[in-house]
């Protein structure tokens, strides 16, 4: 299996140079040049398999240069108990109104990013052995991303982090997961600005091919084709949870920002699993909202870009969803390059034309849930389901519950755990209510915390990555 750029300007590359390369050279983010196709009776057999096993069953589709047994081997190592808590790893339960929540949010940053990033971090350190290489990671996170990069590539052999955060931005506990890490090869940058203006540095920096060379920068950013392939898995598997056969039909149901979790939904619908409907949920910052009501997709800048209490969606740029794009233009690289110079611009674009197939053909529906639908659905899942959902499942949930048709299965991705986000739980539940939290993490807040801070500027970064690797 070979993999090609959005932008169609990029030779085929195989899977490994796809995992460490990030953005393509022409700017354009990797996919593979076709979706495999699973037939009715291979579902039929994935049905009862354990998570690694249907992770190996499927990732060895797109990783046709790894042989076999070291996939195993990594996606055993990777997909345990131990990691995520229980045999299941992504355990399905059900509200009172029937809607089905999905737990990917049990690894060790309690978020859903775990569940790519753990496997991306060993199957960088596998692919980087191999070929005697060593990497750079250069990242932006609005929150989980960062902690799950850290957390997944801290003491790897051969690996640096340069994680870049929007400073004060990400909640305490956000905050202490990230900067209290020790680890020689784990560093830290907070940018005085907002996280599109952190992503905004990894792309320019990216875009510098003599820089990027010279210090072999990559990414595990949700660009990075290894996390959307780990991410297809648990669709799968979220699928085979909700139905007792593969004549259902499932929707599900995910808060969105970046669009890479939903983009790994819609691969897993191309790829022929029984979905029926893609539902993006944004939060007040609706610029996906938007495109899947009208077609238009308008990119907003920092200033119109807000911070809100569902903070891992504060992005008004979603970095993947180029990649549903090229799918919905029939994989035509310069209608993406014509469409993304209009982004460029700040112009944007209008797709109102095809508003039927993305609907239709595609399945995707989307609304959004704001602060005060936040606060309502967290407290109503406790009232009536006595347990403590974070605020961007709160979103997802809402959202799920506007949108669902008539006897429609919806499955909502839970993308974080409650214990993250005090603050908001606490405004909607009151301060007196205990939020779980795993013992390791009891004391996370008073650790001491390392962290560099950094103006809004590409020049200052470079400079940190240069004299940390001079050192
Ligand atoms: C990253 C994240 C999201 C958004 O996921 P995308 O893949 O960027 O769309 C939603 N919720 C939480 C808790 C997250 O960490």
Redo the contacts with the bound molecule.
């Keep these: 299996m070979k993999y090609i750029s959005t932008r169609g300007e990029t030779a085929p590359q195989t899977f490994s140079q796809a995992l460490l390369m990030g953005l393509a050279p022409d700017g354009g983010l990797m996919l593979p040049e076709s979706y495999p196709h699973i037939s009715a009776a291979t579902l039929e057999t994935w049905r009862d398999l354990s998570y690694a096993e249907l992770a190996f069953q499927i990732i060895s589709l797109f990783a046709t240069d790894i042989p076999a047994a070291d996939l195993r081997k990594i996606v055993n190592q990777t997909y345990t108990a131990e990691v995520f808590g229980s045999a299941d790893i992504t355990p399905v339960r059900r509200l009172h109104d029937g809607i089905l929540i999905q737990g990917l949010?049990n690894g060790p940053t309690l978020?859903?990013?775990d569940m790519a990033m753990q496997l991306l971090g060993n199957l960088f350190e596998y692919v980087l052995a191999r070929e005697g290489k060593t990497l750079n990671i250069i990242g932006a996170t609005?929150?989980?991303?960062g902690s799950?990069a850290e957390y997944a590539l801290r003491g790897k052999a051969g690996i640096q982090v340069f994680m870049l955060s929007p400073e004060g931005k990400m909640s305490a506990f956000q905050r202490a997961q990230m900067y209290s890490l020790t680890d020689a090869n784990i560093h830290n940058i907070a940018i005085n600005g907002m996280f599109d203006d952190c992503q905004d540095i990894v792309k320019a920096l990216q875009n510098d091919e003599r820089f990027k060379e010279e210090y072999y920068l990559s990414t595990v950013n949700?660009i990075n084709w290894g996390r959307i392939v780990a991410?297809v898995v648990y669709y799968f598997k979220g699928y085979f949870a909700a139905t007792s056969s593969n004549e259902e039909k499932v929707s599900f149901c995910?808060?969105?920002?970046?669009?890479?979790?939903?983009?790994?939904g819609h691969i897993a619908r191309q790829m022929g699993l029984p979905i029926h409907r893609l539902l993006v949920a944004t939060n007040e910052n609706d610029v996906l909202e938007e495109f899947f009501k009208t077609g238009r997709y308008k990119p907003r800048g920092a200033a119109q870009t807000w911070v809100t209490s569902?903070p891992?969606?504060d992005?008004s740029k979603?970095?993947?969803f180029e990649r549903f794009v090229f799918d919905l233009m029939d994989r035509d690289g310069t209608q993406i390059r014509a469409l993304w110079a209009e982004v460029g611009t700040g112009k944007g674009f209008d797709l109102q034309l095809q508003l039927d197939k993305i609907h239709e053909q595609y399945g995707f529906a989307a609304a959004k849930s704001l602060h005060a639908d936040r606060l309502r659905t967290i407290a109503a899942v406790y009232a009536e389901d006595g347990e403590l959902v974070?605020?961007?499942?709160a979103?997802g949930i809402k959202v799920a519950r506007q949108l669902r048709q008539a006897g429609e299965k919806i499955v909502c991705l839970e993308?974080?755990l409650a214990a993250?986000f005090a603050d908001t739980i606490a405004e909607a539940v009151g301060k007196d209510i205990p939020i779980p939290r795993p013992a390791a993490l009891a004391d996370l807040e008073t650790l001491p915390q390392r962290v560099t801070v950094l103006p809004n500027n590409p020049t200052a970064v470079k400079m940190v990555i240069k004299e940390t690797l001079a050192g």
């Design positions: 949010s978020a859903f990013k609005s929150g989980d991303t799950a949700s991410q995910v808060p969105s920002g970046n669009f890479g979790n939903v983009c790994a569902s891992s969606m992005i979603a970095s993947n974070d605020p961007h499942t979103d993308t974080a993250k």
